[in-house]
């Protein structure tokens, strides 16, 4: 079993910046993804940005490139997710979760939502006000 825990959300205005932590526990392969989502009221869930934890590549949507880094903690064991100059459309509530490695490197965790991942958090809500 594998545990994740998302922790860092809270509200900012537009601009601002958060840093969003996953803590992964549990029985982890060596090598697997993690990924971040975002679902807002109404709206399906989508990919926000994934990581590959067995070489470090990394993966945004489109929405996120050059405003969100991920990264890897590995004294904290936790897969963090730097988001800046925040917009509105940013708000929602943000999901971690783990898939195999397959789910990164084919661009799979892209598709509906991350319904291939296996493991997911409970959850954090981000909001951006105008």
């Known amino acids: 079993e594998v545990y994740l825990e998302e922790s860092g959300g809270g509200s900012v205005q537009t601009g601002g910046s958060l840093r969003l932590s996953c803590g992964v526990s549990g029985n982890t392969a060596s090598t697997y993804c993690v990924g971040w989502f975002r679902q807002t009221p109404g709206q399906a869930r989508e990919g926000v940005a994934a990581l590959y934890l067995g070489g470090g590549t990394t993966y945004y949507a489109d929405n996120a490139k050059g405003r969100f880094t991920l990264s890897q903690d590995n004294a904290r064991r936790t897969v963090d997710l730097q988001m800046n100059s925040l917009r509105p459309e940013d708000s929602g509530t943000y999901y971690c979760?783990?898939?195999?490695?397959?789910?990164?490197?084919?661009?799979?965790?892209?598709?509906?939502?991350?319904?291939?991942?296996?493991?997911w958090g409970k959850g954090l809500l981000v909001t951006i006000s105008s």
């Open positions: 979760a783990q898939g195999s490695s397959y789910e990164c490197y084919s661009g799979s965790w892209r598709s509906g939502g991350g319904y291939r991942m296996d493991y």
